[in-house]
């Protein structure tokens, strides 16, 4: 497989607006600290704020870099916008991070080191910050988690991490597999790469929830299309066993 860069990053946006630029110029920081050649995938998933005309703005104030934008004309869904942002790439190495970075980015040379060694996937265990709304996350990470692990049993603790790093060879059949375009899709991706042999490498990241950014989240409607998605999931492994 031909290989243009070391390192595709796609970036989903859906109303990012609040932290967009910040946010972008931190990302950018850290891959031109080192020396990998780059791509950058924005791919607006039909947001509602002004997302749209800043990945617009950023693409025309870095013409010299590689970076790239799509807009979508209707909602696909987070799982959705990243399989079709690995479909586009043409790193060895392709990953996403949740652009809002409360995961920050100066985790992503760590992951890439990761992959430059034994392992073909590497994905972020989150460590919560010490506050209420921290508890509250990570209680309901614990839900996730213990749901998951009674249907699934699989050998990771944090599936659902918006911060994952791919060989892009070793991803690409099984991403064309994936049926979830929703928040499911953290999960699926990674049940479906166990089960084609693919080596994890988990890293410990701290998550730290930004005040300045309004949730995307709907709880209850995302968390039970995650259950259906997972039942789903489980139903079909019971037919492929």
């Given at each position: 497989?031909?290989?243009?860069?070391?390192?595709?990053?796609?970036?989903?946006?859906?109303?990012?607006?609040?932290?967009?630029?910040?946010s972008v110029?931190?990302?950018?920081?850290?891959?031109?600290?080192?020396?990998?050649?780059?791509?950058?995938?924005?791919i607006d998933?039909?947001?509602?704020?002004?997302?749209?005309?800043?990945?617009?703005?950023?693409?025309?104030?870095?013409?010299?870099?590689?970076?790239?934008?799509?807009?979508?004309?209707?909602?696909?869904?987070?799982?959705?916008?990243?399989?079709?942002?690995?479909?586009?790439?043409?790193?060895?190495?392709?990953?996403?991070?949740?652009?809002?970075?409360?995961?920050?980015?100066?985790?992503?040379?760590?992951?890439?080191?990761?992959?430059?060694?034994?392992?073909?996937?590497?994905?972020?265990?989150?460590?919560?910050?010490?506050?209420?709304?921290?508890?509250?996350?990570?209680?309901?990470?614990?839900?996730?988690?213990?749901?998951?692990?009674?249907?699934?049993?699989?050998?990771?603790?944090?599936?659902?991490?918006?911060?994952?790093?791919?060989?892009?060879?070793?991803?690409?059949?099984?991403?064309?597999?994936?049926?979830?375009?929703?928040?499911?899709?953290?999960?699926?991706?990674?049940?479906?790469?166990?089960?084609?042999?693919?080596?994890?490498?988990?890293?410990?990241?701290?998550?730290?929830?930004?005040?300045?950014?309004?949730?995307?989240?709907?709880?209850?409607?995302?968390?039970?299309?995650?259950?259906?998605?997972?039942?789903?999931?489980?139903?079909?492994?019971?037919?492929?066993?």
């Amino acid at each position: 497989m031909h290989h243009q860069y070391d390192l595709s990053l796609v970036l989903a946006c859906y109303n990012e607006a609040e932290t967009f630029t910040d946010s972008v110029n931190q990302i950018l920081a850290v891959l031109d600290k080192t020396d990998w050649t780059y791509e950058i995938i924005f791919i607006d998933d039909h947001s509602t704020d002004t997302t749209a005309q800043l990945i617009q703005r950023v693409v025309q104030a870095y013409l010299r870099k590689h970076i790239s934008a799509y807009f979508h004309p209707h909602r696909l869904g987070r799982g959705g916008t990243v399989t079709e942002g690995f479909l586009k790439a043409k790193g060895r190495i392709v990953g996403y991070i949740d652009i809002d970075l409360e995961i920050p980015a100066w985790y992503i040379p760590r992951f890439i080191e990761s992959l430059n060694s034994h392992v073909d996937a590497a994905i972020g265990h989150r460590i919560y910050d010490l506050n209420f709304k921290g508890f509250l996350r990570w209680l309901s990470s614990k839900g996730y988690i213990w749901v998951r692990q009674q249907l699934l049993h699989l050998p990771l603790t944090d599936t659902e991490s918006g911060y994952k790093f791919f060989k892009r060879a070793k991803i690409l059949p099984i991403v064309k597999v994936c049926q979830d375009t929703h928040w499911f899709w953290d999960t699926e991706i990674v049940a479906r790469s166990l089960k084609h042999g693919l080596r994890f490498q988990e890293i410990p990241v701290v998550f730290i929830k930004r005040a300045d950014k309004t949730s995307t989240v709907r709880l209850v409607p995302d968390t039970l299309g995650y259950l259906r998605q997972l039942w789903r999931y489980r139903h079909e492994l019971k037919f492929t066993q």
